[in-house]
Protein backbone atom coordinates (compact mmCIF):
# COMPACT_ATOMS: atom_id res chain seq x y z
CA UNK A 1 0.00 0.00 0.00
CA UNK A 2 3.28 2.46 1.17
CA UNK A 3 4.34 1.71 -2.33
CA UNK A 4 1.13 2.43 -4.47
CA UNK A 5 0.83 5.29 -2.36
CA UNK A 6 4.39 6.50 -3.43
CA UNK A 7 4.11 5.96 -6.91
CA UNK A 8 0.61 7.70 -7.26
CA UNK A 9 2.22 10.88 -5.34
CA UNK A 10 4.95 10.86 -7.53
CA UNK A 11 3.50 10.65 -10.82
CA UNK A 12 0.76 13.18 -10.07
CA UNK A 13 3.13 15.30 -8.39
CA UNK A 14 5.03 15.19 -11.39
CA UNK A 15 2.53 15.36 -13.96
CA UNK A 16 1.08 18.50 -12.37
CA UNK A 17 3.73 20.31 -11.36
CA UNK A 18 5.09 20.15 -15.17
CA UNK A 19 1.71 21.53 -16.06
CA UNK A 20 2.18 24.30 -14.20
CA UNK A 21 5.83 24.76 -14.97
CA UNK A 22 4.06 25.45 -18.74
CA UNK A 23 2.34 28.19 -17.56
CA UNK A 24 4.81 30.07 -15.70
CA UNK A 25 7.36 29.88 -18.28
CA UNK A 26 4.94 31.54 -21.23
CA UNK A 27 3.80 33.70 -18.65
CA UNK A 28 6.78 35.34 -17.74
CA UNK A 29 8.18 35.17 -21.64
CA UNK A 30 5.15 37.45 -22.15
CA UNK A 31 6.58 40.09 -19.10
CA UNK A 32 3.85 38.75 -16.64
CA UNK A 33 4.80 38.99 -12.77
CA UNK A 34 5.11 35.27 -11.13
CA UNK A 35 4.21 35.74 -7.59
CA UNK A 36 4.04 32.30 -6.40
CA UNK A 37 5.38 28.89 -7.70
CA UNK A 38 4.32 26.06 -5.37
CA UNK A 39 5.27 22.46 -5.30
CA UNK A 40 2.30 21.03 -3.80
CA UNK A 41 -0.62 22.47 -1.85
CA UNK A 42 -0.81 23.38 2.01
CA UNK A 43 1.36 24.69 4.66
CA UNK A 44 4.09 25.97 3.18
CA UNK A 45 7.46 24.36 4.25
CA UNK A 46 10.06 25.93 2.40
CA UNK A 47 10.67 29.02 0.18
CA UNK A 48 12.68 30.77 -1.67
CA UNK A 49 12.40 34.61 -3.27
CA UNK A 50 14.56 34.66 -6.62
CA UNK A 51 15.31 38.16 -8.54
CA UNK A 52 12.20 38.61 -10.42
CA UNK A 53 10.34 38.38 -7.13
CA UNK A 54 8.78 35.04 -7.59
CA UNK A 55 8.82 33.05 -4.42
CA UNK A 56 9.24 29.30 -5.10
CA UNK A 57 7.61 27.00 -2.48
CA UNK A 58 7.57 23.25 -1.21
CA UNK A 59 4.42 22.94 0.34
CA UNK A 60 3.22 20.08 2.70
CA UNK A 61 0.77 18.33 0.16
CA UNK A 62 2.79 16.82 -2.31
CA UNK A 63 -0.19 16.26 -4.86
CA UNK A 64 0.54 18.54 -7.55
CA UNK A 65 0.97 22.38 -7.38
CA UNK A 66 -0.08 25.88 -8.43
CA UNK A 67 1.64 29.03 -9.94
CA UNK A 68 0.12 32.23 -8.59
CA UNK A 69 0.15 35.56 -11.00
CA UNK A 70 -0.71 38.94 -10.62
CA UNK A 71 -4.17 39.12 -11.97
CA UNK A 72 -4.95 42.94 -11.55
CA UNK A 73 -2.39 45.98 -10.85
CA UNK A 74 -1.82 46.48 -7.20
CA UNK A 75 -3.01 49.79 -5.59
CA UNK A 76 -0.82 52.67 -7.16
CA UNK A 77 0.79 50.88 -9.97
CA UNK A 78 3.06 52.27 -12.28
CA UNK A 79 2.72 51.61 -15.58
CA UNK A 80 5.58 49.13 -15.57
CA UNK A 81 3.61 47.22 -12.71
CA UNK A 82 0.14 47.72 -14.54
CA UNK A 83 1.99 46.05 -18.10
CA UNK A 84 2.95 42.82 -15.40
CA UNK A 85 -0.55 42.02 -14.92
CA UNK A 86 -2.16 39.23 -16.47
CA UNK A 87 -5.63 40.74 -17.21
CA UNK A 88 -3.55 43.74 -18.36
CA UNK A 89 -2.21 41.55 -21.48
CA UNK A 90 -3.45 40.92 -25.12
CA UNK A 91 -6.08 38.37 -25.45
CA UNK A 92 -3.82 36.18 -27.76
CA UNK A 93 -1.01 36.48 -24.90
CA UNK A 94 -3.36 35.21 -22.39
CA UNK A 95 -4.38 32.56 -24.70
CA UNK A 96 -0.69 31.16 -24.84
CA UNK A 97 -0.37 31.25 -21.01
CA UNK A 98 -3.25 29.04 -20.20
CA UNK A 99 -2.87 26.51 -23.13
CA UNK A 100 0.72 26.04 -22.08
CA UNK A 101 -0.09 24.06 -19.08
CA UNK A 102 -1.85 21.24 -21.50
CA UNK A 103 0.55 21.37 -24.18
CA UNK A 104 3.40 21.08 -21.27
CA UNK A 105 1.73 17.57 -20.56
CA UNK A 106 1.52 16.54 -24.27
CA UNK A 107 4.95 17.94 -24.97
CA UNK A 108 6.26 15.88 -21.87
CA UNK A 109 4.33 12.57 -23.19
CA UNK A 110 5.78 12.77 -26.01
CA UNK A 111 9.56 13.27 -24.78
CA UNK A 112 8.29 10.23 -22.20
CA UNK A 113 7.30 8.14 -25.43
CA UNK A 114 10.13 9.24 -27.56
CA UNK A 115 12.73 8.37 -24.72
CA UNK A 116 11.52 4.81 -24.46
CA UNK A 117 11.75 4.30 -28.13
CA UNK A 118 15.15 5.25 -27.78
CA UNK A 119 16.57 3.21 -25.07
CA UNK A 120 14.59 0.63 -25.91
CA UNK A 121 12.75 -1.90 -24.54
CA UNK A 122 12.26 -5.76 -24.13
CA UNK A 123 8.74 -6.80 -25.65
CA UNK A 124 7.23 -10.18 -26.12
CA UNK A 125 6.79 -10.73 -29.78
CA UNK A 126 3.30 -10.42 -31.64
CA UNK A 127 2.79 -13.96 -32.21
CA UNK A 128 -1.12 -15.21 -32.27
CA UNK A 129 -3.44 -17.76 -30.42
CA UNK A 130 -5.42 -19.74 -31.97
CA UNK A 131 -8.68 -17.91 -32.16
CA UNK A 132 -12.10 -18.65 -30.29
CA UNK A 133 -14.30 -19.45 -32.86
CA UNK A 134 -16.61 -17.53 -34.73
CA UNK A 135 -14.52 -14.25 -33.66
CA UNK A 136 -13.11 -11.74 -36.33
CA UNK A 137 -9.94 -13.24 -36.01
CA UNK A 138 -11.20 -16.62 -37.13
CA UNK A 139 -13.31 -15.96 -39.74
CA UNK A 140 -10.52 -13.89 -40.99
CA UNK A 141 -8.31 -17.32 -41.37
CA UNK A 142 -6.01 -15.95 -38.54
CA UNK A 143 -3.65 -19.15 -37.00
CA UNK A 144 -1.88 -20.56 -33.87
CA UNK A 145 1.48 -19.29 -34.24
CA UNK A 146 0.60 -16.34 -37.02
CA UNK A 147 3.40 -13.33 -36.59
CA UNK A 148 1.92 -9.80 -36.91
CA UNK A 149 4.69 -7.66 -39.32
CA UNK A 150 2.41 -5.26 -40.10
CA UNK A 151 -1.19 -3.61 -39.21
CA UNK A 152 -3.12 -1.75 -42.36
CA UNK A 153 0.54 -1.79 -44.11
CA UNK A 154 2.11 -0.09 -40.85
CA UNK A 155 5.02 -2.23 -39.54
CA UNK A 156 4.90 -3.42 -35.78
CA UNK A 157 8.12 -4.90 -34.11
CA UNK A 158 6.16 -6.46 -30.91
CA UNK A 159 2.58 -7.91 -29.27
CA UNK A 160 2.39 -4.30 -27.82
CA UNK A 161 2.73 -2.36 -31.03
CA UNK A 162 0.24 -4.41 -32.51
CA UNK A 163 -1.67 -4.27 -30.21
CA UNK A 164 -2.05 -0.30 -29.61
CA UNK A 165 -2.10 -0.51 -33.61
CA UNK A 166 -5.47 -2.10 -33.48
CA UNK A 167 -6.88 -0.98 -30.33
CA UNK A 168 -8.98 1.81 -31.64
CA UNK A 169 -9.69 -0.51 -34.49
CA UNK A 170 -11.23 -2.92 -32.05
CA UNK A 171 -12.89 -0.26 -30.00
CA UNK A 172 -14.83 1.78 -32.57
CA UNK A 173 -15.05 -0.80 -35.57
CA UNK A 174 -13.40 -0.94 -38.69
CA UNK A 175 -11.04 -3.17 -41.22
CA UNK A 176 -7.63 -4.62 -40.39
CA UNK A 177 -5.24 -5.71 -42.58
CA UNK A 178 -2.77 -8.00 -40.77
CA UNK A 179 0.15 -8.99 -42.46
CA UNK A 180 1.74 -11.80 -40.68
CA UNK A 181 4.37 -14.39 -40.87
CA UNK A 182 2.93 -18.32 -40.51
CA UNK A 183 4.03 -20.76 -38.22
CA UNK A 184 4.87 -22.50 -42.10
CA UNK A 185 7.23 -19.42 -42.68
CA UNK A 186 5.02 -18.09 -45.38
CA UNK A 187 3.41 -14.77 -45.56
CA UNK A 188 -0.11 -13.76 -45.47
CA UNK A 189 -2.38 -11.42 -45.09
CA UNK A 190 -5.29 -12.11 -42.84
CA UNK A 191 -8.46 -9.17 -43.34
CA UNK A 192 -10.09 -8.53 -40.33
CA UNK A 193 -13.75 -7.23 -40.24
CA UNK A 194 -14.46 -5.92 -36.78
CA UNK A 195 -17.75 -4.54 -34.87
CA UNK A 196 -17.41 -1.94 -32.08
CA UNK A 197 -16.77 -3.23 -29.11
CA UNK A 198 -19.14 -2.39 -26.42
CA UNK A 199 -16.09 -1.59 -23.69
CA UNK A 200 -17.15 -1.52 -20.00
CA UNK A 201 -14.72 -2.38 -16.93
CA UNK A 202 -16.44 -6.04 -16.47
CA UNK A 203 -16.19 -7.02 -20.14
CA UNK A 204 -12.90 -8.88 -21.59
CA UNK A 205 -10.06 -6.95 -23.29
CA UNK A 206 -11.46 -5.69 -26.86
CA UNK A 207 -9.31 -7.30 -28.71
CA UNK A 208 -9.78 -11.16 -27.41
CA UNK A 209 -13.31 -10.30 -28.32
CA UNK A 210 -11.92 -10.10 -31.99
CA UNK A 211 -10.23 -13.33 -31.10
CA UNK A 212 -6.91 -11.66 -31.49
CA UNK A 213 -4.88 -13.08 -27.67
CA UNK A 214 -0.87 -13.54 -27.66
CA UNK A 215 -0.03 -16.88 -28.03
CA UNK A 216 1.38 -18.49 -24.06
CA UNK A 217 4.45 -20.49 -24.74
CA UNK A 218 4.38 -23.65 -22.92
CA UNK A 219 4.29 -23.34 -19.08
CA UNK A 220 6.95 -23.86 -16.64
CA UNK A 221 7.60 -24.74 -13.12
CA UNK A 222 8.76 -21.21 -12.17
CA UNK A 223 10.11 -21.77 -8.31
CA UNK A 224 8.45 -25.02 -6.35
CA UNK A 225 7.49 -23.63 -2.81
CA UNK A 226 9.24 -25.60 0.01
CA UNK A 227 7.10 -28.39 1.92
CA UNK A 228 4.07 -28.58 -0.88
CA UNK A 229 2.47 -30.79 -3.05
CA UNK A 230 4.74 -29.98 -6.36
CA UNK A 231 8.04 -30.84 -4.37
CA UNK A 232 6.51 -33.87 -2.59
CA UNK A 233 5.53 -34.65 -6.15
CA UNK A 234 9.53 -34.74 -7.57
CA UNK A 235 8.67 -31.20 -9.85
CA UNK A 236 11.83 -28.77 -10.01
CA UNK A 237 12.15 -25.16 -10.65
CA UNK A 238 12.26 -24.98 -14.68
CA UNK A 239 10.22 -27.85 -15.21
CA UNK A 240 7.84 -27.75 -18.71
CA UNK A 241 4.41 -28.77 -18.40
CA UNK A 242 3.44 -30.26 -21.22
CA UNK A 243 0.53 -32.86 -19.84
CA UNK A 244 -1.76 -32.14 -17.06
CA UNK A 245 -4.23 -35.07 -16.26
CA UNK A 246 -5.94 -34.93 -19.65
CA UNK A 247 -4.61 -31.34 -20.68
CA UNK A 248 -2.09 -31.44 -23.52
CA UNK A 249 0.36 -28.07 -22.82
CA UNK A 250 -1.99 -26.42 -20.72
CA UNK A 251 -2.44 -22.50 -20.23
CA UNK A 252 -1.99 -21.24 -17.07
CA UNK A 253 -5.39 -20.47 -16.30
CA UNK A 254 -6.30 -24.51 -17.33
CA UNK A 255 -3.45 -25.30 -14.65
CA UNK A 256 -4.89 -23.32 -12.18
CA UNK A 257 -8.41 -24.34 -12.98
CA UNK A 258 -7.46 -28.06 -13.23
CA UNK A 259 -5.79 -28.34 -9.84
CA UNK A 260 -8.23 -26.05 -7.93
CA UNK A 261 -11.36 -28.52 -9.12
CA UNK A 262 -8.67 -31.94 -7.54
CA UNK A 263 -8.26 -31.24 -4.20
CA UNK A 264 -6.88 -34.60 -2.72
CA UNK A 265 -7.22 -36.27 -6.39
CA UNK A 266 -3.99 -37.55 -7.59
CA UNK A 267 -3.35 -36.12 -10.83
CA UNK A 268 -0.50 -37.60 -13.59
CA UNK A 269 1.53 -34.59 -14.94
CA UNK A 270 4.50 -34.89 -17.18
CA UNK A 271 7.39 -32.83 -17.54
CA UNK A 272 10.38 -31.48 -20.08
CA UNK A 273 13.36 -31.76 -18.13
CA UNK A 274 16.58 -30.72 -19.88
CA UNK A 275 14.92 -32.09 -23.18
CA UNK A 276 14.20 -35.61 -21.41
CA UNK A 277 9.86 -35.97 -20.60
CA UNK A 278 9.76 -37.12 -17.02
CA UNK A 279 6.18 -38.23 -15.45
CA UNK A 280 4.84 -37.97 -12.06
CA UNK A 281 1.74 -38.15 -9.59
CA UNK A 282 0.68 -34.95 -7.89
CA UNK A 283 -2.06 -34.61 -5.37
CA UNK A 284 -3.29 -31.11 -4.71
CA UNK A 285 -3.74 -30.32 -1.40
CA UNK A 286 -6.70 -29.00 -0.05
CA UNK A 287 -6.90 -25.45 0.97
CA UNK A 288 -9.48 -22.62 1.78
CA UNK A 289 -10.30 -20.90 -1.12
CA UNK A 290 -11.05 -16.97 -1.20
CA UNK A 291 -14.66 -17.33 -1.60
CA UNK A 292 -14.71 -20.23 1.72
CA UNK A 293 -15.07 -23.05 -0.85
CA UNK A 294 -12.58 -26.12 -0.57
CA UNK A 295 -9.56 -25.60 -3.51
CA UNK A 296 -6.53 -27.87 -4.68
CA UNK A 297 -2.92 -26.45 -4.26
CA UNK A 298 0.13 -27.60 -5.64
CA UNK A 299 2.70 -25.42 -4.05
CA UNK A 300 4.45 -23.91 -7.06
CA UNK A 301 4.89 -20.50 -8.58
CA UNK A 302 3.84 -21.10 -12.62
CA UNK A 303 6.29 -18.74 -15.51
CA UNK A 304 6.20 -18.96 -19.10
CA UNK A 305 8.98 -18.13 -21.48
CA UNK A 306 7.38 -15.16 -24.13
CA UNK A 307 9.73 -15.26 -27.73
CA UNK A 308 10.84 -11.32 -26.80
CA UNK A 309 11.82 -8.78 -29.27
CA UNK A 310 14.10 -5.74 -28.63
CA UNK A 311 12.18 -2.85 -29.83
CA UNK A 312 14.32 0.32 -30.02
CA UNK A 313 14.65 3.41 -32.71
CA UNK A 314 16.78 5.64 -33.90
CA UNK A 315 16.57 9.65 -32.10
CA UNK A 316 15.19 11.45 -35.42
CA UNK A 317 12.50 8.32 -35.79
CA UNK A 318 11.72 8.24 -31.44
CA UNK A 319 10.88 11.81 -31.63
CA UNK A 320 8.74 11.19 -34.35
CA UNK A 321 7.25 8.11 -32.94
CA UNK A 322 6.71 10.13 -29.77
CA UNK A 323 4.52 12.46 -31.29
CA UNK A 324 2.77 10.41 -33.30
CA UNK A 325 1.99 7.98 -30.39
CA UNK A 326 0.43 11.46 -28.21
CA UNK A 327 -1.49 12.56 -30.79
CA UNK A 328 -2.76 9.53 -31.46
CA UNK A 329 -3.48 8.43 -28.04
CA UNK A 330 -5.26 12.13 -27.47
CA UNK A 331 -7.56 11.46 -30.33
CA UNK A 332 -8.49 7.89 -28.67
CA UNK A 333 -9.32 9.42 -25.50
CA UNK A 334 -11.44 12.24 -26.95
CA UNK A 335 -13.21 9.53 -29.78
CA UNK A 336 -13.80 7.40 -26.26
CA UNK A 337 -15.53 10.43 -24.80
CA UNK A 338 -17.66 11.02 -27.47
CA UNK A 339 -18.61 7.56 -27.76
CA UNK A 340 -19.67 7.90 -23.80
CA UNK A 341 -21.75 10.97 -24.41
CA UNK A 342 -23.96 8.83 -27.00
CA UNK A 343 -24.02 5.70 -24.88
CA UNK A 344 -21.65 3.44 -27.05
CA UNK A 345 -19.40 3.50 -23.94
CA UNK A 346 -20.22 2.69 -20.66
CA UNK A 347 -19.69 5.74 -18.35
CA UNK A 348 -18.38 3.17 -15.84
CA UNK A 349 -15.15 3.35 -17.69
CA UNK A 350 -14.16 6.49 -16.54
CA UNK A 351 -11.54 6.20 -13.66
CA UNK A 352 -10.61 8.26 -10.38
CA UNK A 353 -7.51 8.64 -7.88
CA UNK A 354 -7.97 5.36 -6.47
CA UNK A 355 -7.79 3.41 -9.94
CA UNK A 356 -5.15 5.85 -10.93
CA UNK A 357 -2.83 5.22 -7.97
CA UNK A 358 -3.46 1.37 -8.04
CA UNK A 359 -2.76 1.53 -11.36
CA UNK A 360 0.57 3.59 -10.68
CA UNK A 361 1.92 0.89 -8.27
CA UNK A 362 1.18 -2.17 -10.66
CA UNK A 363 3.34 -0.10 -13.60
CA UNK A 364 6.06 0.70 -10.66
CA UNK A 365 6.51 -2.97 -9.76
CA UNK A 366 6.30 -4.12 -13.37
CA UNK A 367 9.69 -1.93 -14.08
CA UNK A 368 10.81 1.28 -14.66
CA UNK A 369 9.82 1.30 -18.71
CA UNK A 370 5.74 0.56 -17.36
CA UNK A 371 6.32 3.16 -15.21
CA UNK A 372 7.52 6.20 -17.70
CA UNK A 373 4.76 5.00 -19.76
CA UNK A 374 2.15 4.77 -17.27
CA UNK A 375 3.16 8.41 -16.66
CA UNK A 376 2.62 9.37 -20.53
CA UNK A 377 -0.24 7.88 -20.63
CA UNK A 378 -1.66 10.18 -17.08
CA UNK A 379 0.01 13.07 -18.92
CA UNK A 380 -1.64 12.92 -21.88
CA UNK A 381 -5.00 12.09 -20.33
CA UNK A 382 -4.29 15.56 -17.88
CA UNK A 383 -3.34 17.47 -21.10
CA UNK A 384 -6.45 16.34 -23.00
CA UNK A 385 -8.98 16.95 -19.67
CA UNK A 386 -7.87 20.70 -18.99
CA UNK A 387 -8.20 21.48 -22.72
CA UNK A 388 -11.94 20.90 -22.68
CA UNK A 389 -14.83 23.69 -22.97
CA UNK A 390 -15.85 23.45 -19.22
CA UNK A 391 -15.69 26.49 -17.53
CA UNK A 392 -13.14 26.28 -14.73
CA UNK A 393 -10.62 24.04 -16.89
CA UNK A 394 -7.90 25.70 -18.89
CA UNK A 395 -10.17 24.69 -22.32
CA UNK A 396 -12.96 26.90 -20.67
CA UNK A 397 -10.59 30.01 -20.22
CA UNK A 398 -9.53 29.35 -23.46
CA UNK A 399 -13.23 29.44 -24.92
CA UNK A 400 -13.66 32.43 -23.63
CA UNK A 401 -10.79 34.03 -24.69
CA UNK A 402 -12.06 32.87 -28.27
CA UNK A 403 -15.61 34.78 -27.68
CA UNK A 404 -13.29 37.69 -26.83
CA UNK A 405 -11.19 37.48 -29.90
CA UNK A 406 -14.37 37.00 -32.12
CA UNK A 407 -16.73 40.15 -30.20
CA UNK A 408 -13.62 42.18 -29.84
CA UNK A 409 -13.91 42.39 -26.05
CA UNK A 410 -14.39 40.61 -22.89
CA UNK A 411 -17.73 38.65 -22.10
CA UNK A 412 -19.89 40.06 -19.56
CA UNK A 413 -19.16 39.08 -15.85
CA UNK A 414 -22.57 37.86 -15.87
CA UNK A 415 -21.59 35.06 -18.58
CA UNK A 416 -18.44 34.58 -16.40
CA UNK A 417 -20.31 33.98 -13.08
CA UNK A 418 -22.75 31.67 -14.97
CA UNK A 419 -20.19 29.69 -16.48
CA UNK A 420 -18.45 28.83 -13.25
CA UNK A 421 -21.90 27.37 -11.69
CA UNK A 422 -22.08 25.44 -14.40
CA UNK A 423 -18.32 24.08 -14.43
CA UNK A 424 -18.66 23.60 -10.57
CA UNK A 425 -21.90 21.41 -11.31
CA UNK A 426 -19.99 19.61 -14.07
CA UNK A 427 -16.75 19.06 -12.72
CA UNK A 428 -19.21 17.62 -9.00
CA UNK A 429 -20.49 15.54 -11.13
CA UNK A 430 -17.51 13.63 -12.32
CA UNK A 431 -15.42 13.60 -9.88
CA UNK A 432 -18.38 11.90 -8.25
CA UNK A 433 -18.74 9.58 -10.66
CA UNK A 434 -15.17 8.41 -10.48
CA UNK A 435 -15.26 7.97 -7.09
CA UNK A 436 -18.25 6.14 -7.56
CA UNK A 437 -16.59 3.47 -10.25
CA UNK A 438 -13.58 3.48 -8.19
CA UNK A 439 -15.09 2.46 -5.02
CA UNK A 440 -17.04 -0.42 -7.40
CA UNK A 441 -14.17 -1.49 -8.56
CA UNK A 442 -12.40 -1.81 -5.18
CA UNK A 443 -15.23 -3.37 -3.43
CA UNK A 444 -17.27 -5.87 -6.30
Avoid at 32 to 45: C, K, P
Avoid at 130 to 149: F, Q, W, Y
Avoid at 214 to 228: N, S
Avoid at 252 to 264: L, R, Y
Wanted: glycine share 10%; net charge negative.
Amino acid sequence: MLFTLLAFAVALGLLITFHELGHYWVARWCGVRVLRFSVGFGRVLVRRTDRHGTEWALSAIPLGGYVKMQDDPPEHATLAQQAESFNQKPVGQRFAIVAAGPIANLLLAAALYAGLSMVGTQEPAAILAEPAPNTAAAMAGVKEGDRIVAVNDQAVQSWSEARWSLLDLVASGGRADLQVDTAEGTQRVRSLALQAANITPETEDPLLQAGLALHAPTLKVGQVIDGGAGQAAGLKDGDQIIRLGELDKPGPQAFVDKVQASADQPLPVTVLRDGVALSFTVTPRPEAGPDGQTVGRVGVMLGADFPMVSVSYGPFESVWRGLERTAETAWFSLKMMGRMLTGDVSVRNISGPVTIADYAGQSARIGLAAYIGFLALISVSIGVLNLLPIPMLDGGHLMYYLLEIVRGKPVPDAWLEQGQRIGLGLLAALMSLAFFNDFVRLFS
